[in-house]
T-cell receptor, first 115, second 116 residues
Framework: DARVTQTPRHKVTEMGQEVTMRCQPI?????VFWYRQTMMQGLELLAY????????DSGMPKDRFSAEMPDATLATLKIQPSEPRDSAVYFC?????????????FGPGTRLLVL | AQSVTQLDSQVPVFEEAPVELRCNYS??????LFWYVQYPNQGLQLLLK??????LVKGINGFEAEFNKSQTSFHLRKPSVHISDTAEYFC??????????????FGTGTRLKVLA
C-alpha cells in the first residue's frame, strides 16, 4: 500500500529555531506539493515541484521558508527562523503529474507548534 | 477572484440518516470541482471530482455530488451515513484556465459528526 510519509509527525520548537520537515513521495510520483493548514486560513498551497524543480512557490513566505527536493525520494520544507504564527499542520502530497485529472495523495502531516 | 464557500462549519446527523454538505463557488471561468475527506489526524483523501460530462458524480464510500452550473454549486450527498463517516470534508476547485497546474482553492471545511 503506497503512501506518502512525513517526518516528524509532531514538532514543538521555540521561536527563532530552524525547523525542517521531510516528505517521502509515493515511488514514481514526480510531482510534490506542500500545504499548510491553520484554523484561520484553512488549507493553503505553499509550493509544488515537478521532477524536483520548483514550479510554483508563490504561496510561500520567501524570507523564512524554503522548499527543496534533494532527490526524487525526498522533499524538504524548512523554516528559519520560525515564528509562533508558523504553527500549523504542514501536509505534503504527491502525484504522477500536474493537472486536475491526476489525484494528489496526501501524507499524514507534520503538526508544528512554535512557542 | 475565485472562492469556495462551505456554509456549514458543522453538521451533526444520526447514523443511517441522509446527509448533504453544501458547497458553492464563485468563478468567472469554468472550474474543476473536488471533494476531499480528512479523518482525524490524517491527510486529505479524494472522495470524488467533476471534470466534465455527467453532472452527477459518484465517489468512494457511497458519496455522490452534483454539479449545478446555474447555481454554481457542488453539494455532496450520502443517502445513509455511518459512524465511520465522521470527518472533515473539504470542497475545492481548480479554475480550468489554470488546468496545467494544481492550484486548488479550498473551502473552509465542514465537520460531519455522525451520532449513534
Amino acid at each position: 500500500d503506497a503512501r506518502v510519509t512525513q517526518t516528524p509527525r509532531h514538532k514543538v520548537t521555540e521561536m527563532g529555531q530552524e525547523v525542517t520537515m521531510r516528505c517521502q513521495p509515493i515511488l514514481g510520483h514526480n510531482t510534490v506539493f506542500w500545504y499548510r493548514q491553520t484554523m484561520m486560513q484553512g488549507l493553503e498551497l505553499l509550493a509544488y515541484f515537478r521532477n524536483r524543480a520548483p514550479l510554483d512557490d508563490s504561496g510561500m513566505p520567501k524570507d523564512r521558508f524554503s522548499a527543496e527536493m534533494p532527490d526524487a525520494t525526498l522533499a524538504t520544507l524548512k523554516i528559519q527562523p520560525s515564528e509562533p504564527r508558523d504553527s500549523a499542520v504542514y501536509f505534503c502530497a504527491s502525484g504522477l503529474q500536474p493537472g486536475p485529472r491526476e489525484t494528489q495523495y496526501f501524507g499524514p502531516g507534520t503538526r508544528l507548534l512554535v512557542l | 477572484a475565485q472562492s469556495v464557500t462551505q456554509l456549514d462549519s458543522q453538521v451533526p446527523v444520526f447514523e443511517e440518516a441522509p446527509v448533504e454538505l453544501r458547497c458553492n463557488y464563485s468563478s468567472s471561468v469554468s472550474v474543476y470541482l473536488f471533494w476531499y475527506v480528512q479523518y482525524p489526524n490524517q491527510g486529505l483523501q479524494l472522495l470524488l471530482k467533476y471534470l466534465s460530462g455527467s453532472t452527477l458524480v459518484k465517489g468512494i464510500n457511497g458519496f455522490e455530488a452534483e454539479f449545478n452550473k446555474s447555481q454554481t454549486s457542488f453539494h455532496l450527498r450520502k443517502p445513509s451515513v455511518h459512524i465511520s463517516d465522521t470527518a472533515e470534508y473539504f470542497c475545492a476547485v481548480i479554475p480550468s484556465l489554470t488546468s496545467g497546474t494544481y492550484k486548488y482553492i479550498f473551502g473552509t471545511g465542514t465537520r460531519l459528526k455522525v451520532l449513534a
